[in-house]
């Protein structure tokens, strides 16, 4: 069910320990990969992530982007948002927003 997805998603995340912790005991990297574990928990059809790496360490990060990009091969559509280009999973199609233009890449 969804509470075994959960703690599946938290054991990804090395975060298990931290289930029944409230979010205020929780660092900012901690908060933002549960925000991400709720995201994913329904396995929902599409994902909006906006900036989904932004305050983690390599390491967290490259799990973030591999585990959105597990949701996209299960077939949710996945649109990631970002500042960095260096934090680009693979995709099908890729945009850029120039001069408030969206253009395909």
Do not use: C, W
């Amino acid at each position: 069910g969804r509470r075994a997805r959960a703690m599946e998603l938290l054991e990804y995340f090395d975060l298990s320990h931290l289930a029944y912790r409230m979010p205020n005991t929780l660092s900012g990297g901690e908060r933002q990969r549960v925000a991400i574990v709720r995201a994913l928990v329904n396995n929902p059809r599409l994902v909006l992530a906006d900036e989904p790496t932004s305050s983690l360490d390599d390491e967290n990060a490259r799990l973030v982007l591999n585990l959105l990009e597990e949701a996209n091969r299960m077939g949710a559509t996945v649109v990631v948002t970002t500042t960095d280009l260096s934090e680009k999973m693979p995709s099908d199609r890729d945009y850029i927003l120039r001069d408030g233009v969206l253009v395909r890449m």
